[in-house]
């Protein structure tokens, strides 16, 4: 059973292009959340999905930034026309549905640079 | 918004003494769980607290779930060099919505 996958683990965007992070739930998994972390930092909410919902999003920038968790295929978050300050560690996490599964399990990361 | 206070913020310690940390919150939460990230990587769930007043153990590690619903800790007994990296609390309301606190980094000396 894999876990969650997390790709590319490294992007390279030039400042104004566009970044598609993805996100593949571990298997049996309904639930996906995005998260934002700057080196030394802790981890910044960004949004919470379940398929083809987003439950809660109050952590995104309200501009350039679009996060989905299609019914086929995984959750993508998208950033558009990238900065500078757009550079961070993106980890997604997913869980199961019912009290007795809510514990998240993380995937690896993606390391967003803007140059 | 959900607001998760993680203390202390770093820790240096010997490696053989016992190390704690906690968690509190101006909100209740359903579920709390500590993670533990390594240089590079993402955090990996280290332990899950379901009910008020739970008392959970993985190893050398321990963790309880606060009476009040608002609060977590977690201990580590005896370190070792490996015990280095990122705590990281996490609060879990009825909606599945999670909240991180800011995180404990531990170095361990030899």
Redesign the interface.
């Known amino acids: 059973n894999a876990g969650v996958m997390q790709n590319p683990r490294h992007l390279v965007r030039r400042r104004g292009q566009e970044a598609r992070l993805r996100c593949s739930p571990m298997k049996g998994h309904s639930h996906v959340y995005w998260y934002r972390q700057l080196p030394e930092e802790g981890l910044k909410f960004m949004v919470y999905l379940q398929k083809e919902n987003i439950i809660d999003e109050s952590g995104m920038p309200k501009e350039r930034f679009s996060a989905e968790f299609p019914k086929e295929g995984p959750s993508i978050l998208r950033i558009q026309q990238v900065v500078r300050g757009d550079s961070a560690a993106y980890f997604c996490a997913s869980s199961a549905r019912g009290p007795s599964y809510t514990e998240a399990f993380f995937g690896q990361g993606t390391r967003l640079t803007v140059v | 918004?959900q607001q998760l206070n993680?203390s202390p913020q770093s820790m240096f310690i010997q490696e053989g003494e016992d190390v704690s940390m906690n968690c509190t919150s101006s909100s209740i939460f359903?579920?709390w769980?500590w993670?533990k990230q390594d240089p590079g990587?993402?955090?990996?769930?280290l332990i899950?607290l379901?009910k008020a007043g739970e008392l959970t153990s993985n190893g050398r590690l321990t963790a309880q779930f606060g009476i009040t619903r608002k609060d977590s800790f977690l201990n580590i007994s005896a370190s070792i060099p490996s015990d280095v990296g990122?705590y990281?609390c996490?609060g879990?309301n009825n909606?599945?919505?999670?909240?991180?606190?800011?995180?404990t980094r531990l170095t361990v000396k030899p």
């Not at chain 2, 990587?41 to 769930?45: I, K």
């Not at chain 2, 909606?95 to 995180?103: E, I, L, S, Y």
């Open positions: 918004g993680q359903n579920t769980l993670y990587e993402g955090p990996v769930l899950a379901y990122i990281f996490a879990q909606n599945n919505d999670m909240r991180f606190g800011a995180g």
